[in-house]
């Protein structure tokens, strides 16, 4: 039976790979609709790898997911930070910084693949398999902690300049998501810095939340029919979880077949 950390990364990635589909095709034009799409694919990516890594029993399997994980993981406040940037209509004074964060992913992304970022897999605590950092590891937390912190900076900033209601709206719903979405991940480094239960990943799947309330309060992506949508999404998550707490064969077989339905 599923642990309920390897239940809610599960279900993080499917509402962050319904919700990035769902924005990007409401637009598919749209900049901002695009990094945000990018956003919620990487949080999907790096939650099917923490799935994989935590419930895999075979070392090999788990490994694989690990590489997973590490991709979505560093691309997370990359793609933010840019989503950030064209939000508050920042791309001509930060060029640069767009190239640096660009660059600094790549790099990471190229690190993971070696034992500098990694050892392997050793098991923590309840997990069978958890990551042994390399001498290098700390770099991903700093960077991550570093483009979180900026991007909220930026926002913060803007904020405090800007006489647009609908903006400031925007910005303080993407404020309350970016503390509790990132403010969760950033624990998923506790138990290889502090040997620290990663306790606040259940709280990522809290800023699909703020995002939704943001697009259907602010016009965050200018979308004007999105509650049926929601709703619908709403509904598959409820069924979801019914199908992962079956209580026998008969009771996951009917969950599962009324979720297809639906």
Same mark, same amino acid.
């Given at each position: 039976?599923?642990?309920?950390?390897?239940?809610?990364?599960?279900?993080?990635?499917?509402?962050?790979?319904?919700?990035?589909?769902?924005?990007?095709?409401?637009?598919?034009?749209?900049?901002?609709?695009?990094?945000?799409?990018?956003?919620?694919?990487?949080?999907?990516?790096?939650?099917?790898?923490?799935?994989?890594?935590?419930?895999?029993?075979?070392?090999?399997?788990?490994?694989?997911?690990?590489?997973?994980?590490? !991709?979505?993981?560093?691309?997370?406040?990359?793609?933010?930070?840019?989503?950030?940037?064209?939000?508050?209509?920042?791309?001509?004074?930060?060029?640069?910084?767009?190239?640096?964060?660009?660059?600094? +992913?790549?790099?990471?992304?190229?690190?993971?693949?070696?034992?500098?970022?990694?050892?392997?897999?050793?098991?923590?605590?309840? !997990?069978?398999?958890?990551?042994?950092?390399?001498?290098?590891?700390?770099?991903?937390?700093?960077?991550?902690?570093?483009?979180?912190?900026?991007?909220?900076?930026?926002?913060?900033?803007?904020?405090?300049?800007?006489?647009?209601?609908?903006?400031?709206?925007?910005?303080?719903?993407?404020?309350?998501?970016?503390?509790? +979405?990132?403010?969760?991940?950033?624990?998923?480094?506790?138990?290889?810095?502090?040997?620290?239960?990663?306790?606040?990943?259940?709280?990522?799947?809290?800023?699909?939340?703020?995002?939704?309330?943001?697009?259907?309060?602010?016009?965050?992506?200018?979308?004007?029919?999105?509650?049926?949508?929601?709703?619908?999404?709403?509904?598959?998550?409820?069924?979801?979880?019914?199908?992962?707490?079956?209580?026998?064969?008969?009771?996951?077989?009917?969950?599962?077949?009324?979720?297809?339905?639906?």
């Amino acid at each position: 039976m599923m642990s309920l950390f390897s239940i809610s990364c599960l279900i993080t990635f499917f509402v962050s790979l319904l919700f990035a589909f769902f924005i990007l095709l409401n637009n598919k034009k749209s900049k901002l609709n695009i990094f945000w799409f990018l956003t919620a694919l990487s949080i999907s990516i790096w939650s099917l790898g923490f799935w994989g890594v935590v419930s895999s029993k075979d070392y090999r399997i788990a490994y694989f997911f690990q590489y997973l994980l590490d !991709f979505g993981g560093i691309l997370v406040p990359i793609v933010f930070f840019n989503f950030i940037i064209e939000l508050l209509g920042l791309w001509g004074k930060m060029k640069r910084g767009v190239i640096v964060s660009w660059v600094t +992913g790549m790099v990471l992304v190229g690190l993971s693949f070696t034992p500098l970022f990694k050892k392997g897999l050793t098991s923590y605590q309840s !997990f069978a398999h958890w990551v042994d950092p390399g001498p290098l590891y700390a770099l991903f937390p700093i960077t991550f902690v570093f483009f979180t912190i900026y991007s909220l900076i930026l926002l913060i900033t803007t904020y405090k300049k800007t006489d647009n209601k609908i903006l400031k709206g925007q910005i303080k719903f993407i404020i309350f998501a970016q503390i509790f +979405g990132f403010g969760g991940g950033i624990t998923n480094f506790f138990p290889q810095l502090f040997k620290v239960y990663p306790f606040r990943n259940y709280f990522v799947i809290v800023y699909i939340i703020f995002i939704s309330y943001a697009i259907l309060k602010h016009h965050l992506f200018n979308i004007k029919v999105v509650a049926t949508e929601l709703f619908t999404f709403a509904i598959w998550i409820v069924l979801l979880t019914k199908v992962f707490f079956s209580t026998s064969t008969q009771d996951f077989i009917v969950n599962l077949t009324i979720l297809f339905s639906v």
